[in-house]
């Protein structure tokens, strides 16, 4: 597998892992500029490479009444900031194809939302852009299924393309994280991340939002880096219990550097058994 470079860091290919991270949602340009400054310190720190990771616009919260985020224009104007001042490469989510070429002018990914990763407009419309995409695999779907959805972008022109594993859905209200697709979905030529706190979210748990049980997902994170993923999707916030989206599933900003710390060192053990 060759690595797909978001700007200068490798992901796949044998390259160190890469780690996504930030809040859920852009809730202010404070917070977000301010969580990226931390994680940028951090993982300087820790020689991990860093891709800051928010959302302009929430489109698929489960209430109409949840906080959707500030918007394309406001939100990618924050993201770009971050980007310039931090030299930090930059990923958001796109729910309309009409999004695509505003989005591509600031982002350095373009992530398809798992809900909407059957979407050919949409795929097809970020492809094209010629940015690196990624998708993350619906909980609705069995790895083998992203297959198709991988072919969607790369009959567009885009062969630049990251999977991201969140789950599958297992019942009502819940999910479950199959390690064995990480390896299979690698298979099908595309680096593979995988998203640690979505996988402990619980869809709808709240009623009128999503509850999700944070403590787990350390472990997830830790089994998936053991399993060999490209890299590790986490959602962070200053405080979770105050997040406006998300702060269920998502771990506190104070704890990150220790689980990084660890996830390291099990990359670096991994590697000394491979073959």
């Known amino acids: 597998m060759d690595p797909?470079?978001?700007?200068?860091?490798?992901a796949g290919g044998g390259s160190p892992i890469?780690?996504?991270?930030?809040?859920?949602?852009?809730?202010?340009?404070?917070?977000?500029?301010?969580?990226?400054?931390?994680?940028?310190e951090i993982t300087r720190r820790l020689g991990i490479p860093l891709v800051f990771k928010a959302?302009?616009?929430?489109?698929?919260?489960?209430?109409?009444?949840?906080?959707?985020?500030?918007?394309?224009?406001?939100g990618l104007s924050i993201l770009g900031e971050i980007r310039s001042e931090l030299g930090i490469p930059v990923i958001s989510d796109i729910h309309l194809p009409s999004e695509a070429e505003a989005a591509a002018e600031i982002l350095d990914v373009i992530q398809i939302p798992a809900f909407l990763c059957r979407q050919t407009d949409l795929i097809t419309a970020a492809a094209k852009t010629g940015k690196p995409l990624n998708i993350k695999k619906g909980q609705f779907l069995g790895p083998w299924d992203m297959k198709n959805v991988v072919?969607?972008?790369?009959?567009?022109?885009?062969?630049?393309?990251?999977?991201?594993?969140?789950?599958?859905?297992?019942?009502?209200?819940?999910?479950?994280?199959?390690?064995r697709s990480i390896a299979i979905m690698q298979e099908l030529g595309c680096p593979v991340?995988?998203?640690?706190?979505?996988?402990?979210?619980?869809?709808?748990?709240?009623?009128?939002?999503?509850?999700?049980?944070?403590?787990?997902?350390?472990?997830?994170?830790?089994?998936?880096?053991?399993?060999?993923?490209?890299?590790?999707?986490?959602?962070?916030?200053?405080?979770?219990?105050?997040?406006?989206?998300?702060?269920?599933?998502?771990?506190?900003?104070?704890?990150?550097?220790?689980?990084?710390?660890?996830?390291?060192?099990?990359?670096?053990?991994?590697?000394?058994?491979?073959?």
């Open 55 to 74: 959302s302009y616009d929430k489109a698929n919260r489960t209430s109409i009444n949840s906080f959707r985020g500030p918007g394309l224009k406001k």
């Open 4 to 10: 797909v470079y978001i700007k200068q860091i490798p």
């Open 18 to 40: 890469i780690l996504v991270a930030g809040p859920c949602v852009i809730e202010s340009r404070e917070t977000a500029l301010n969580t990226a400054k931390t994680l940028k």
């Open 151 to 179: 072919e969607k972008a790369r009959q567009s022109g885009n062969t630049k393309i990251l999977l991201t594993e969140r789950g599958t859905s297992f019942g009502y209200n819940n999910l479950v994280a199959d390690m």
């Open 193 to 275: 991340i995988f998203d640690a706190t979505h996988s402990v979210q619980l869809p709808g748990g709240a009623g009128g939002s999503s509850s999700g049980q944070r403590e787990f997902a350390p472990i997830l994170a830790k089994a998936a880096v053991a399993a060999g993923a490209d890299g590790i999707f986490i959602e962070v916030h200053p405080d979770p219990d105050q997040a406006l989206s998300d702060g269920p599933n998502s771990i506190s900003l104070g704890q990150i550097e220790n689980l990084l710390i660890c996830l390291k060192a099990i990359n670096k053990a991994r590697q000394g058994v491979e073959p």
